[in-house]
């Protein structure tokens, strides 16, 4: 009779190339065009397209969306994408502070492009909300959508 042997060697140890425990995780975070707002409610003249995107109605239209990340997780890029309009605005990712709405930056450039050099990158929610936003869209500007690109730990 086969004398049965356990092998109690962590699943990670047996097979290279398995990552790690506490190995970092890519993960990403995105939302459509349609998901944003307008930040005036006397500038609210824009198109919330079946298609996914957000086109703008009527000049210097300030929109935003609400950002929710896990706790602790460090955030690595942000970007809003558009039509070439939104090239020449500018996007930021910021966090306001729940108990005095102190603001701190954590990504910012213009639509189009993706912003690696985040400051402020680990996300704390007991302190801040987080969220992005992209100002002064003009007539036929579209966002068709944002994606944050963030780590966490395994």
Same mark, same amino acid.
């Given at each position: 009779m086969a004398k049965l042997i356990r092998d109690f060697t962590?699943?990670?140890?047996?097979?290279k190339g398995f990552p790690a425990a506490h190995s970092p995780v890519v993960k990403y975070?995105?939302?459509?065009?349609? &998901?944003?707002?307008?930040?005036d409610p006397q500038k609210d003249n824009y198109t919330r397209a079946i298609t &996914?995107?957000?086109?703008?109605d009527e000049n210097a239209l300030d929109c935003m969306v609400?950002?929710?990340?896990?706790?602790e997780c460090t955030v690595t890029?942000?970007?809003?994408?558009?039509?070439? &309009?939104?090239?020449?605005?500018?996007?930021?990712?910021?966090g306001a502070k729940i108990t005095d709405l102190a603001q701190i930056a954590l990504a910012?450039?213009?639509g189009n492009t993706e912003d690696t050099s985040i400051t402020n990158a680990v996300i704390d929610n007991t302190l801040y909300a987080y969220?992005?936003?992209?100002?002064?869209?003009?007539?036929?500007?579209?966002?068709y959508g944002a994606r944050i690109t963030y780590t966490t730990i395994k």
């Amino acid at each position: 009779m086969a004398k049965l042997i356990r092998d109690f060697t962590p699943p990670y140890k047996r097979k290279k190339g398995f990552p790690a425990a506490h190995s970092p995780v890519v993960k990403y975070w995105s939302r459509p065009g349609n &998901g944003f707002i307008a930040l005036d409610p006397q500038k609210d003249n824009y198109t919330r397209a079946i298609t &996914g995107e957000l086109i703008a109605d009527e000049n210097a239209l300030d929109c935003m969306v609400a950002v929710n990340l896990p706790n602790e997780c460090t955030v690595t890029a942000a970007v809003i994408y558009g039509n070439l &309009g939104l090239s020449d605005k500018t996007w930021e990712l910021h966090g306001a502070k729940i108990t005095d709405l102190a603001q701190i930056a954590l990504a910012s450039a213009a639509g189009n492009t993706e912003d690696t050099s985040i400051t402020n990158a680990v996300i704390d929610n007991t302190l801040y909300a987080y969220c992005l936003h992209i100002t002064d869209l003009d007539n036929t500007d579209e966002i068709y959508g944002a994606r944050i690109t963030y780590t966490t730990i395994k």
